[in-house]
């Protein structure tokens, strides 16, 4: 890969019961309300320049289904670039759903780990739109909204996929996501290097730092990188991320 490709920022739209919101840790009952109109949050977005946003039904996850349709069908015609979604896509008619409504890509996590043959099938049908996310605590995959942790090595999952037509794995390090600490880098470049599928950074993300720690590994197969608590509390500025992203 060609260190002078751009590193996609995704800013996120988290939703629980219909509001824009932020875990810590992915704790549910530790949610901070950013809005209750995430179709506006995601032409502000838009506004300040952004092609690609990330969306997650938080209910959806510990569901296994979709909780926040509305709001994400909402954002999906409000948003003039690439919408990736995750949050209970368990099945292929869930995936076929969302992207006969325009979401351009599918992250699927838990299913990725209890049924791969899923994701598999759904990658070969789908070539380009699915993305396997890798949720890890202390090195192992976090599954069921993280409410579980697997006795699975991160790598190992990434692995399962290597040939199946998945276009990218979200790597998020659970312990950090939410709380500002700064993204493990290091966690997400061993991943990038020891598969050939491109990585895409999430979790901890404080600030503009993190996006200049994070453009030189692109070179190492870091696509991009998901933020979300840093944008709403005003610690990164969405148009500089995009700048320093893109130089």
């Known amino acids: 890969m060609s260190p002078s490709k751009p590193l996609i920022i995704f800013p996120a739209i988290d939703l629980k019961g219909g509001q824009v919101v932020r875990l810590a840790e992915g704790d549910m009952d530790r ?20 092609s690609h946003l990330h969306v997650v039904d938080l209910d959806g996850s510990f569901a296994g289904h979709a909780v926040n349709a509305s709001a994400v069908e909402a954002i999906v015609r409000a948003f003039p670039g690439r919408v990736q979604l995750g949050g209970g896509i368990r099945n292929m008619a869930a995936v076929e759903r969302w992207t006969a409504l325009g979401v351009a890509r599918i992250v699927i996590g838990t299913a990725a780990l209890k049924d791969p043959d899923f994701v598999k099938s759904a990658a070969k049908a789908l070539p380009g739109q699915i993305v396997v996310a890798v949720d890890a605590r202390d090195g192992f995959v976090a599954t069921d909204g993280w409410a579980e942790t697997s006795d699975m090595a991160v790598v190992d999952l990434a692995r399962r996929f290597e040939d199946a037509g998945v276009t990218a794995l979200l790597f998020t390090d659970v312990g950090r996501d939410g709380l500002l600490k700064g993204c493990n880098v290091a966690a997400t470049v061993d991943l990038a290097r020891a598969t050939n599928i491109p990585v895409i950074a999430s979790g901890g993300v404080a600030g503009i730092d993190d996006i ?28 500089e991320a995009l700048q320093v992203a893109a130089q």
């Open 212 to 239: 200049h720690a994070l453009k030189p590994c692109v070179a190492d197969g870091v696509e991009g990188v998901i933020t979300g608590r840093a944008l709403y509390d005003g610690r990164l500025d969405l148009a």
């Open 31 to 50: 949610a901070t309300v950013y809005g209750d109109d995430p179709a506006a949050q995601a032409k502000a977005f838009a506004r300040a320049g952004a």
